[in-house]
């Protein structure tokens, strides 16, 4: 079946990098995204990755795609009060007519 | 600037009460949806929609109803038969499917009296 895994939390202290890991089962080629949900909010989306690449970077945002073992990572550089939010990753799979598929979303925490 | 509006962003509903939430978008885009979100967990979805008067079941449509009569708008309707209402509602919409990325609106919280 098809599942996507995030851990649920990730605390990380302002100025440090934070890696948000994210696992995913399907076969077929998709697109994987990321969002960004602040309280009472709804989801931003951060950026999207086909399966067929491996990273992609967009200013403090890097993407890294293991296609091998299905991990997908969103690295944050330089940690800011700001980013304080839940993030969560989504799958898109060809053979599921492109109906997204969530993970649970991880807290990212910001120690001062 | 083009955008996904829902409301109320607040909302409380009566036993035995139907209630509807609003989604209009002003992107032209073709696709809406309907999702669900409980704390902790990812987003479910409800309904969903690829063009007008068109309209397909999602994981969770029991209890729900929904109708596409204009592109720009796309309400739920939450049905007294829905026994556990109280959840964030996200409303998204797409250029189209395949792999064009969903955009969200803020969001309506329903909660029940």
């Given at each position: 079946g098809e599942d996507v895994e995030q851990s649920?939390?990730?605390s990380v202290r302002e100025g440090d990098s934070s890696v948000i890991n994210c696992t995913y089962t399907?076969?077929?080629?998709?697109?994987?995204y990321w969002y960004k949900q602040e309280p009472g909010?709804?989801?931003?989306?951060?950026?999207?990755?086909f399966s067929n690449m491996d990273m992609k970077q967009d200013q403090r945002l890097t993407v890294l795609l293991n296609?091998?073992?299905?991990?997908?990572?969103l690295?944050?550089?330089?940690?800011?009060?700001?980013?304080?939010?839940?993030?969560?990753c989504a799958e898109s799979p060809m053979d599921s007519n492109?109906?997204?598929?969530?993970?649970?979303g991880t807290k990212l925490i910001i120690k001062p | 600037d083009g955008g996904i509006t829902q409301s109320p962003k607040y909302l409380f509903r009566k036993e035995g009460q139907n209630v509807t939430l609003s989604c209009e978008q002003n992107l032209n885009h073709d696709a809406m949806y309907w999702y669900r979100q409980d704390p902790g967990q990812g987003l479910r979805l409800i309904y969903y929609s690829q063009i007008v008067n068109d309209f397909q079941k999602g994981d969770i449509a029991e209890g729900y109803s929904v109708s596409r009569e204009k592109k720009e708008s796309f309400p739920l309707t939450v049905t007294s038969a829905q026994k556990n209402p109280t959840a964030f509602y996200l409303c998204a919409s797409s250029r189209g499917?395949?792999?064009?990325?969903?955009?969200f609106g803020?969001?309506?919280?329903?909660?029940i009296l």
């Open positions: 649920l939390f990730l399907d076969s077929s080629s998709t697109y994987l909010a709804g989801l931003q989306l951060l950026t999207y990755i296609k091998k073992d299905k991990h997908l990572s690295r944050i550089a330089d940690t800011q009060t700001g980013d304080s939010a839940i993030y969560f492109y109906q997204l598929i969530w993970g649970a | 499917t395949g792999y064009q990325p969903q955009h803020d969001g309506t919280r329903l909660s």
